[in-house]
T-cell receptor, first 115, second 112 residues
């Protein structure tokens, strides 16, 4: 079955540690995204990538880094510079051939808690 | 003013009721509109797109009012399984999925 796989589902981290969240898709989608969701707030875009070896900052990129070495993979690193990293992180993908439908396919999310 | 605003609810309705959610958007040049559904602690999933002429999918009806810059979602004959958070999503004028803006969601609980 095609889809998006995020891991780990739950992650605990001590302050000052970097952590990397994995996102893999087998939908053959060109575009991939990372969103953050906090209680009572909408999803906010952290980074996105429309093609391999290229990515762009979203609205809240500070304290995060990404890479896109393969079409299928778009890992997100939450660095120690991120002031409030505890959140629900969602990876998504879409067909992005210019003007697309706007439909995003999401992974099941990674819930990060900083202790 | 937020780019996309929704009444957070919660809306608690009995099974079989009709319930409507509204969502307003600030950018008059926004091109496309969607409703996503998000179950508790799960990922969002596309429920339906919203077309200018209005569209219906079973018990769900979506409407767009460009003049007043709002979209609506009507759910008829509510089922227990409709309990979820409904996210209003707007595509900014650039036309790419990276420019989707999400509302904070409206929580619906359908009671037996």
């Amino acid at each position: 079955d095609g889809g998006i796989t995020q891991s780990p589902k739950y992650l605990f981290r001590k302050e000052g540690q970097n952590v990397t969240l994995s996102c893999e898709q087998n939908l053959n989608h060109d575009a991939m995204y990372w969103y953050r969701q906090d209680p009572g707030q909408g999803l906010r875009l952290i980074y996105y990538s429309q093609i391999v070896n290229d990515f762009q900052k979203g609205d809240i990129a500070e304290g995060y880094s990404v890479s896109r070495e393969k079409k299928e993979s778009f890992p997100l690193t939450v660095t120690s510079a991120q002031k409030n990293p505890t959140a629900f992180y969602l990876c998504a993908s879409s067909i992005d051939k210019g003007r697309d439908t706007g439909e995003l396919f999401f992974g099941e999310g990674s819930r990060l808690t900083v202790l | 003013r937020k780019e996309v605003e929704q009444d957070p609810g919660p809306f608690n309705v009995p099974e079989g009721a009709t319930v409507a959610f509204n969502c307003t958007y600030s950018n008059s040049a926004s091109q496309s509109f969607f409703w996503y559904r998000q179950d508790c602690r799960k990922e969002p999933k596309l429920l339906m797109s919203v077309y200018s002429s209005g569209n219906e999918d079973g018990r769900f009806t979506a409407q767009l009012n460009r003049a007043s810059q709002y979209i609506s979602l009507l759910i008829r004959d509510s089922k227990l399984s409709d309990s979820a958070t409904y996210l209003c999503v707007v595509l900014r004028p650039s036309g790419s999925a990276r420019q989707l803006t999400f509302g904070s969601g409206t929580q619906l609980t359908v009671l037996p």
